[in-house]
């Protein structure tokens, strides 16, 4: 179920509804992908210290389990994964905000539809042409960083010392 459907003697055009569909399907894959990790991150940031709220956006919250890195037992994998969570942003901006278009391109022997994204708050930006393979490999990359996020271990809590009878 590639993106590209060669065009040949006697064969037929795209259907237009089935693309459509389709990528109305990977659509809502990634944007549920990035629920669940944002449910993680959340769930995370509840046995930590850190002090977010469900209503501050998403980039926030990541900020602010940044600062607190030296909470984790390994704080270079935390800045891995919220790096790769950072560069992800401004695509689920694009997705979640705009109206979805199938492009379809016609280079005189193949036609490959893609998936766009016009940026709704800069006109003058070109729209964001995502192939079906790349969406798909971002909502599984999604998927993996939730599953990260779930297996993150902090550092042990000083033990608190036992209390005295008097």
Excluded: W
């Amino acid at each position: 179920m590639g993106c590209e459907i060669p065009i040949g003697k006697g064969s037929e055009a795209p259907d237009f509804i089935t693309l459509r569909h389709d990528a109305q399907l990977l659509r809502c894959d990634f944007l549920d992908a990035f629920a669940r990790l944002e449910s993680a991150v959340m769930q995370y940031i509840g046995r930590t210290d850190v002090k977010a709220s469900p209503g501050q956006p998403f980039s926030q919250k990541l900020t602010l389990l940044q600062k607190a890195r030296d909470r984790f037992r390994n704080p270079k994998r935390l800045d891995v994964r919220i790096a790769a969570i950072q560069q992800l942003l401004p695509v689920r901006a694009d997705i979640v905000h705009s109206v979805l278009e199938v492009a379809v391109i016609f280079d005189g022997r193949v036609t490959a539809s893609k998936l766009s994204f016009r940026n709704s708050s800069n006109a003058e930006r070109p729209a964001m042409l995502i192939d079906r393979d790349e969406l798909v490999a971002m909502t599984r990359r999604l998927h993996q960083l939730a599953h990260q996020f779930s297996q993150q271990r902090l550092k042990e809590a000083a033990p608190a010392a036992p209390a005295s009878a008097t």
